[in-house]
């Protein structure tokens, strides 16, 4: 299976930003699903971006706020965290699977990036 490295995380204040990169281990397509997820600490994990063929879709609590985009050349997809809010308080990872919402399904993930924002 495809192998997923994810980095860009850390400690910040709120309204600060952070930019996640996931480095995929094979060709990522223009027609190729990814998606960033998180999970915070007792709930469940729960797609916040997807990117299918150059279109970009956003759970509604991130949208305006976080930018997902891919380099192909680099086989990297980004996440970009402006506003930064405690409840973004999570660990994240990237996944080539287009969902968006909680109840995502893949038993591949990857180490993940904790990302933590204090008020």
């Known amino acids: 299976q495809v192998q997923l490295v994810d980095s860009g995380g850390g400690s910040v204040q709120a309204g600060e930003s952070l930019r996640l990169s996931c480095e995929v281990s094979?060709?990522?397509?223009?027609?190729?699903?990814m998606g960033w997820f998180r999970q915070a600490p007792g709930k469940e994990r729960e797609g916040v971006a997807t990117?299918?063929?150059?279109?970009?879709t956003y759970l509604d609590s991130v949208k305006g706020r976080f930018t997902i985009s891919k380099d192909n050349t680099k086989n990297t997809v980004y996440l970009q965290m402006n506003n930064l809010k405690p409840e973004d308080t999570a660990m994240y990872y990237c996944?080539?699977?287009?969902?968006?919402?909680?109840?995502?399904?893949?038993?591949?993930w990857g180490q993940g990036t904790q990302v933590t924002v204090s008020s």
């Open positions: 094979e060709y990522i397509r223009d027609n190729y699903c």
């Open positions: 990117i299918d063929d150059g279109t970009a």
């Open positions: 996944a080539p699977v287009c969902w968006i919402g909680p109840r995502v399904k893949y038993n591949f």
